[in-house]
């Protein structure tokens, strides 16, 4: 396919990513999240404004273990919803990510709809994105990862595995063997630190170890529970779904690792930054994902639905007030088990119960 054609197949691809899951409903059927309890405690010590919901990613200090989740980039339409959480970020001065940068890569035209995002937002951190696709292909070219870096000024690279994502999408990739070896290049030439990021099907602890072992500073978990993108790909055009007896998309829809269990594989075998991404849509989800040994929450479908009704309002003002209610979520849930700072939170068994499926899975 011509370079030309692709970015053209890309920008497609991107405005109907962003479309479906408003229009239809592309949710895992089950949040695990509803499976486990934080333990209430009847008198708090502390006043509710004591509690401090200051943290640091990397080096940068942000005000709330909030990150808004890779959506977007690689169409105009996609510039002006980055704008849009990338000014909200600023403001709330919270983590944002941007979607993958292949587009920005792949066509000039396209950069600014990543850019904005640095040039409304000096001062947050950034992570840029790239796929697992591109890090595997056999003509990968390392500078496009300073390209990468570059746009957005970026702070922190997520490297982002989307097997399941590419399996169900038509000529999605589906050899990645070339990946550890093209990823240790990468290591080797950068010191900026390199996430690995699921994007909705979980890791599990091998491979989680492995990654840590291979160079990997951090996780976004991106587990079951939230956005499938099975499920995206089940309501595009896609001629997967008229190739076969059952679209392979919808068989697959619910397919994963609950991001609750998830966080708990990966911290056991690994000390390093975890976002917990994938079916948090309250601040409670964020103090359940910390005290399970998370270190911040992140939000992909929470943040699509505010900055497209922001889009059409012409303001940030849904997206600051979501950024300002997982604040107030989470500071009422701290204050309500008496906690008045993250780090007592962190990993506490005793803080919590899991129920149902969430304890079927860790106990079976
Ligand atoms: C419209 C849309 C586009 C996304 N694009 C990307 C992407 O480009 N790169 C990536 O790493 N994840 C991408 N994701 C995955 C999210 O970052 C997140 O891991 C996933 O949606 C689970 O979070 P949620 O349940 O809060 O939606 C996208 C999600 C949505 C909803």
């Given at each position: 396919m011509s370079k030309e054609n692709n970015s053209k197949d890309i920008k497609e691809r991107k405005i109907e990513h962003l479309k479906i899951p408003l229009e239809h409903?592309?949710?895992?059927?089950?949040?695990?999240?509803?499976?486990m309890k934080l333990i209430h405690h009847p008198?708090?010590?502390?006043?509710?404004?004591?509690?401090d919901l200051s943290t640091k990613f990397f080096n940068k200090k942000i005000s709330a273990p909030i990150c808004i989740s890779a959506i977007t980039g690689g169409h105009p339409i996609s510039k002006e919803i980055n704008e849009i959480l990338a000014k909200a970020a600023e403001e709330e001065n919270i983590l944002m990510s941007v979607g993958s940068q292949r587009a920005g890569i792949e066509d000039v035209t396209l950069l600014d709809s990543f850019k904005i995002t640095r040039d409304v937002a000096p001062y947050i951190p950034i992570i840029g994105n790239i796929g697992i696709g591109q890090v595997s292909d056999?003509?990968?070219?390392?500078q496009d990862f300073s390209k990468c870096i570059e746009m957005i000024n970026a702070d922190v690279m997520a490297i982002h595995l989307n097997v399941l994502h590419e399996l169900v999408?038509?000529?999605?990739?589906?050899?990645?063997?070339?990946f550890r070896k093209n990823f240790q290049k990468l290591r080797e030439t950068y010191n900026i630190p390199i996430i690995a990021k699921e994007v909705g099907t979980g890791f599990n602890q091998e491979v989680a170890l492995n990654l840590d072992k291979l160079g990997?500073?951090?996780?976004?978990?991106?587990?079951?529970?939230?956005?499938?993108f099975a499920a995206i790909e089940s309501k595009r055009n896609n001629l997967n779904n008229q190739r076969y007896t059952r679209d392979p998309a919808e068989v697959f829809r619910e397919w994963g690792i609950p991001t609750p269990i998830s966080i708990i594989y990966v911290r056991n075998v690994s000390q390093k930054p975890i976002i917990a991404t994938g079916g948090?849509?309250?601040?409670i989800d964020i103090a359940k994902s910390i005290a399970l040994g998370a270190d911040l929450g992140g939000f992909a479908y929470n943040f699509l639905v505010s900055s497209w009704k922001d889009r059409k309002e012409k303001s940030i003002s849904n997206t600051v007030k979501e950024i300002r209610t997982l604040k107030s979520e989470l500071r009422s849930c701290l204050w309500l088990m008496n906690i008045d700072e993250l780090a007592k939170l962190k990993?506490?068994?005793?803080?919590y119960v899991l129920l149902g499926e969430l304890y079927r899975w860790l106990n079976q």
């Amino acid at each position: 396919m011509s370079k030309e054609n692709n970015s053209k197949d890309i920008k497609e691809r991107k405005i109907e990513h962003l479309k479906i899951p408003l229009e239809h409903d592309v949710q895992h059927s089950k949040n695990y999240f509803n499976d486990m309890k934080l333990i209430h405690h009847p008198i708090p010590d502390i006043d509710l404004e004591e509690v401090d919901l200051s943290t640091k990613f990397f080096n940068k200090k942000i005000s709330a273990p909030i990150c808004i989740s890779a959506i977007t980039g690689g169409h105009p339409i996609s510039k002006e919803i980055n704008e849009i959480l990338a000014k909200a970020a600023e403001e709330e001065n919270i983590l944002m990510s941007v979607g993958s940068q292949r587009a920005g890569i792949e066509d000039v035209t396209l950069l600014d709809s990543f850019k904005i995002t640095r040039d409304v937002a000096p001062y947050i951190p950034i992570i840029g994105n790239i796929g697992i696709g591109q890090v595997s292909d056999f003509n990968f070219d390392i500078q496009d990862f300073s390209k990468c870096i570059e746009m957005i000024n970026a702070d922190v690279m997520a490297i982002h595995l989307n097997v399941l994502h590419e399996l169900v999408q038509d000529k999605g990739d589906t050899s990645y063997r070339l990946f550890r070896k093209n990823f240790q290049k990468l290591r080797e030439t950068y010191n900026i630190p390199i996430i690995a990021k699921e994007v909705g099907t979980g890791f599990n602890q091998e491979v989680a170890l492995n990654l840590d072992k291979l160079g990997f500073d951090g996780f976004d978990i991106g587990g079951a529970g939230g956005t499938s993108f099975a499920a995206i790909e089940s309501k595009r055009n896609n001629l997967n779904n008229q190739r076969y007896t059952r679209d392979p998309a919808e068989v697959f829809r619910e397919w994963g690792i609950p991001t609750p269990i998830s966080i708990i594989y990966v911290r056991n075998v690994s000390q390093k930054p975890i976002i917990a991404t994938g079916g948090l849509r309250t601040g409670i989800d964020i103090a359940k994902s910390i005290a399970l040994g998370a270190d911040l929450g992140g939000f992909a479908y929470n943040f699509l639905v505010s900055s497209w009704k922001d889009r059409k309002e012409k303001s940030i003002s849904n997206t600051v007030k979501e950024i300002r209610t997982l604040k107030s979520e989470l500071r009422s849930c701290l204050w309500l088990m008496n906690i008045d700072e993250l780090a007592k939170l962190k990993g506490r068994r005793d803080k919590y119960v899991l129920l149902g499926e969430l304890y079927r899975w860790l106990n079976q």
